[in-house]
């Protein structure tokens, strides 16, 4: 009896329902409305679109407490009047990893001061507008953008990294990314920069010339695994205050040049696998090299097999067995070509004396070129300049760049001591320049090859 009587209310209940037209559909919409968004007082979220948009004073735990699933938004948006806490580390990384595109203009990051893995492994970003916002404050941005796989370019050129100490793995494996414009950052109190580009395999060209690495104590894995990377000048580098090189140019094997003659090395106790698999790489000058320190230089030179000169000063006492150097048929000391310094084994055992430059055996015919080659241009149409970079010119100590004009050789610039150079800003586009550059090798100028091989350049 118990159980018809429930029966029967429950179906006079549906036909009351059923009986009011208009309010079933209104209590329908209210659910469903319900079911396709959530709005809190820091967010709202769409599941239909899967914008996620922030509002007001954003607390971070309620941002990973979010009554919505991270995979399901497709992207971020702040709205005006949204502040961000001052610890933002991993606010958006690895569950946004569908999300596609972040605009965070609005936002008020002035009171952020860490930022580390903010958006790590957000593997579908392919666009990211971080535009006008305040990173003054910020001195943590280690792993900042790290695994962000399909990001090809970011526009970084407003962030202030002026109080930035650690910027370890910045860009950590951002192996789609072909273009970063970093000139501008400021990394004067930055002393991590282990691992800050390692994985970039897409980039070919990066401009750190004017990073002060004075701070830095770290640049393990540095440029590791950049393979594409042909032009990188890092001849200003600070590295009086480095302890730890490990890996720092690993599997950079489309470099065929590198100056770093001038690193200050006295304080590094590791080099381990510094240059290995730098495939490119015919000649090394590790002439201001100190290795008094260094307690592990395992694998050092590993797999560099192009590798057939290297320069040794004072403070280079030894190359060891561990380094992996490639013995082949032996190396000579150039001061004495017909004797075999290195031993017989497979990897080159060398004792070093004073400054001296070794060469592997068979050494070739050489005619040294006493002018630049190679001569590699890049224009920037955003700027309407040029870059000239050039391989290293074997004894050279300054270089000089020269243009055509009105008939005659014009000297812009003759104390060059890198391998580059780039033009001033706002020259004319379409107009046409030839441009030679020369070479002083033992205290002469070498001008009449630099003209022969001049190139020609169209402004863009």
């Known amino acids: 009896m118990q159980v018809k009587r429930f029966l029967a209310i429950v179906m006079s209940l549906c036909m009351v329902s059923g009986a009011v037209s208009y309010g079933a559909p209104v209590i329908s919409q209210d659910i469903s409305a319900q079911a396709d968004s959530v709005e809190t007082s820091n967010y709202s979220f769409d599941e239909k679109t899967g914008v996620l948009k922030l509002k ?12 919505f699933s991270a995979r399901d938004v497709k992207s971020i948006i702040a709205e005006d009047g949204t502040v961000l806490p001052e610890d933002c580390s991993y606010l958006f990384c690895d569950n946004y990893r569908n999300c596609t595109f972040v605009d965070l203009t609005k936002a008020d990051t002035s009171r952020v001061k860490n930022m580390d ?3 790590w492994r957000c593997l579908n970003l392919t666009a990211i507008d971080l535009e006008g916002i305040d990173t003054s404050n910020v001195t943590n941005m280690s792993r900042m953008f790290a695994e962000c796989f399909k990001l090809s370019e970011y526009d970084l050129s407003g962030l202030d990294t002026g109080n930035v100490t650690d910027m370890s793995n ?3 494996n951002c192996y789609n990314l072909t273009e970063l414009d970093i000139s501008g950052f400021n990394t004067s109190k930055v002393t991590n920069m282990s691992g800050i580009f390692a994985g970039c395999s897409g980039l070919t060209i990066l401009n750190v010339s004017g990073f002060d690495t004075s701070s830095v104590t770290s640049m393990d894995e540095m440029f590791g695994s950049c393979y594409e990377l042909t032009d990188l000048d890092v001849s200003r580098f600070d590295t009086s205050s480095v302890t730890s090189m490990k890996n720092m140019f690993s599997y950079c094997s489309a470099l065929t040049s590198l100056d770093v003659s001038g690193f200050d090395t006295s304080k590094v106790k590791n080099t381990a696998g510094m240059f290995m698999k730098c ?14 320190k260094v307690l592990n230089m395992s694998g ?9 000169t290297i ?17 082949g048929e032996g190396w000579v000391n150039s001061k004495t070509p017909l004797t075999v310094v290195s031993g017989d084994g497979k990897y080159a055992v060398i004792v070093n004396e004073g400054k001296n430059t070794y060469k592997r055996l068979p050494i070739e015919q050489e005619n040294t070129p006493t002018y630049p080659t190679k001569i590699n241009v890049k224009y920037s149409e955003e700027y309407h300049q040029v870059r000239f970079t050039w391989d290293k010119v074997e004894g050279a100590d300054k270089y000089g760049i020269a243009v055509y004009l009105a008939g005659k050789w014009k000297v812009q610039d003759q104390e060059i001591t890198s391998t580059s150079y780039t033009t001033p800003k706002s020259l004319t586009p379409g107009k046409t320049y030839k441009v030679a550059i020369a070479a002083r090798v033992n205290g002469k100028w070498d001008t009449a090859n630099a003209i022969k091989n001049a190139v020609t350049v169209t402004i863009k």
């Open 117 to 119: 893995s903010m958006f």
């Open 300 to 308: 050092m030179f590993a797999n560099c097999s192009g590798l057939k």
């Open 56 to 67: 007001g004073k954003i607390d971070r735990d309620t941002i990973f407490r979010a009554d």
């Open 311 to 327: 320069s040794l000063g004072e403070n280079f006492k030894k190359i060891k067995e561990t380094a992996e150097l490639i013995n």
């Open 170 to 172: 910045m860009f950590y």
């Open 279 to 292: 495939s490119g790489l015919t000649n090394l000058d590790l002439s201001n090299f100190n290795t008094k």
